[in-house]
């Protein structure tokens, strides 16, 4: 375990994008697909009308980027028209020799706080519920909130920011347009990194 006192989390400085960028990249390579498609949905995010200034997180320890983590605006659109905005969390990363060592932990704890100091009701992401449970997330399903196709299933999680915050809200989640982006226009972002080869591994969908 690091020692978390040497750990700081503070908003991203925009001129260490690219960094952060390469973080994401070096995280969830080969994760969920051949390659990856994060550190573009992280680099396109400050463009984005659903950007939140203030929640596109870094982590530093002893003065190195070691960590980011993101969240930008989303809405639920329930059945009889209503509008709800709520916090979307993700991309979140941790540079891989440093995992497992609380960075996550912080950046998410921090990231939830700002969200509620915005006055969001709620947060939502997609995610390991093994490991995001232990922060209070659970199945969407209990506030009858669907991905934008209207599915429900244990990785789409979701926390009240405050107590019944959530109650009454329910429908389809519609986030950003930039977590839309293609393989093919990663590709064309990947080539500002050092080369890399994919892989199809047992983790991807």
Not at 180 to 190: C, I, K, L, R, S
Request: hydrophobic share 40%; net charge negative.
């Amino acid at each position: 375990m690091e020692n978390m006192s040497n750990i700081i989390i503070t908003t991203l400085d925009p001129q260490h994008r690219h960094d952060a960028a390469g973080i994401v990249r070096d995280a969830f390579w080969d994760l969920y697909r051949p390659g990856c498609v994060e550190h573009l949905i992280l680099d396109l995010a400050h463009t984005a009308p659903e950007y939140l200034p203030g929640l596109e997180l870094a982590a530093e320890l002893d003065g190195e980027l070691v960590g980011v983590g993101l969240a930008t605006t989303a809405t639920v659109i329930g059945a009889d028209g209503s509008q709800t905005g709520v916090s979307y969390l993700g991309p979140l990363a941790v540079a891989p020799a440093q995992q497992r060592s609380g960075i996550g932990g912080a950046l998410l704890r921090e990231l939830l706080r700002r969200s509620a100091a915005l006055g969001l009701p709620g947060a939502l992401l997609y995610g390991d519920p093994g490991y995001y449970q232990r922060f209070g997330f659970v199945d969407a399903a209990a506030w009858q909130i669907t991905t934008p196709d209207g599915a429900n299933f244990a990785a789409f999680q979701g926390v009240e920011l405050q107590p019944g915050a959530l109650a009454g809200v329910s429908g389809r989640l519609v986030e950003s347009s930039i977590f839309e982006v293609t393989t093919e226009q990663a590709d064309v972002f990947d080539r500002g990194f050092p080369p890399r080869e994919k892989h199809v591994t047992d983790t991807q969908f």
